[in-house]
């Protein structure tokens, strides 16, 4: 498929997308493909413009020559499952599977061993990934559908969203401390006081009515 399934921009302006055959890259002229060993399904660049990819069951980094991916999992972390978000911070890039969070914190450079790579476990059907407020959070899907914040080096649940319902797309920050949870089929929700409500507004009706894919 030649669909893009994330596209960012990396060193000196040139754009990355991710689509089933690899990644697109485009120089403002010319369009390139750079085939992986496995299909890329997220992207995400750092503030020096180095490419970070999600893949079906490993995730690495472009190399210097922008010719491969160099993986990023130790051994033991091999198939850890389709790596669908991948989000750079200032406190280093964050990978998500359906069952663990990896972080390669900023500065450090991976090794073979994966020394360097921070794991926690998270629950099954972990499905969404963002940073709201320098804050990770990490969105569950599934039979359990709630939000969880990695605190102290600790994935904790976010005070007040066990009332969402549906699959958790994004997060993002709405007015003063309040939270606006996007989800795939139950429109939006506002996280307010420790509590969660549907976000009664025109464009939560219209995401209620028509099914969110991804943001």
């Known amino acids: 498929s030649s669909a893009f399934t994330s596209v960012v921009q990396g060193r000196d302006g040139?754009?990355?997308?991710?689509?089933?055959?690899?990644?697109?890259?485009?120089?403002?002229?010319?369009?390139?493909?750079?085939?992986?060993?496995?299909a890329p399904l997220s992207l995400a660049a750092d503030a020096a413009g180095t490419v970070y990819v999600g893949c079906q069951g490993d995730f690495g980094r472009l190399a210097p020559s922008?010719?491969?991916?160099?993986?990023?999992?130790?051994?033991?972390?091999?198939?850890?499952?389709?790596?669908e978000r991948t989000v750079a911070t200032e406190r280093g890039v964050y990978f998500l599977s359906p069952q663990k969070l990896f972080h390669?914190?900023?500065?450090?450079?991976?090794?073979?061993?994966?020394?360097?790579?921070?794991?926690?476990?998270?629950?099954?059907?972990?499905?969404?990934?963002?940073?709201?407020?320098?804050?990770?959070?990490v969105g569950v899907g599934g039979d359990s559908h709630r939000l969880l914040t990695l605190e102290d080096d600790e994935l904790?649940?976010?005070?007040?969203?066990?009332?969402i319902e549906g699959y958790v797309l994004d997060v993002v920050p709405f007015d003063r401390d309040q939270l606006l949870i996007v989800t795939n089929a139950n429109g939006l929700f506002l996280c307010d006081?420790?509590?969660?409500?549907?976000?009664?507004?025109?464009?939560?009706?219209?995401a209620q009515r028509h099914r969110a894919w991804r943001l």
């Not at 990934?129 to 320098?134: E, G």
């Not at 904790?156 to 009332?163: F, K, Q, T």
């Open 14 to 38: 040139i754009v990355y997308g991710a689509t089933r055959a690899g990644i697109t890259e485009f120089d403002g002229a010319r369009w390139r493909l750079i085939q992986l060993s496995s």
């Open 66 to 83: 922008d010719v491969a991916a160099q993986p990023l999992p130790p051994p033991d972390e091999r198939l850890c499952g389709d790596v």
């Open 104 to 137: 390669l914190p900023a500065g450090k450079e991976p090794n073979s061993s994966g020394e360097t790579l921070r794991v926690y476990n998270t629950p099954p059907n972990s499905n969404c990934l963002c940073v709201v407020k320098d804050t990770v959070v």
């Open 156 to 163: 904790v649940p976010l005070p007040g969203s066990e009332g």
């Open 193 to 206: 006081r420790g509590r969660s409500v549907p976000f009664r507004c025109g464009a939560g009706r219209y």
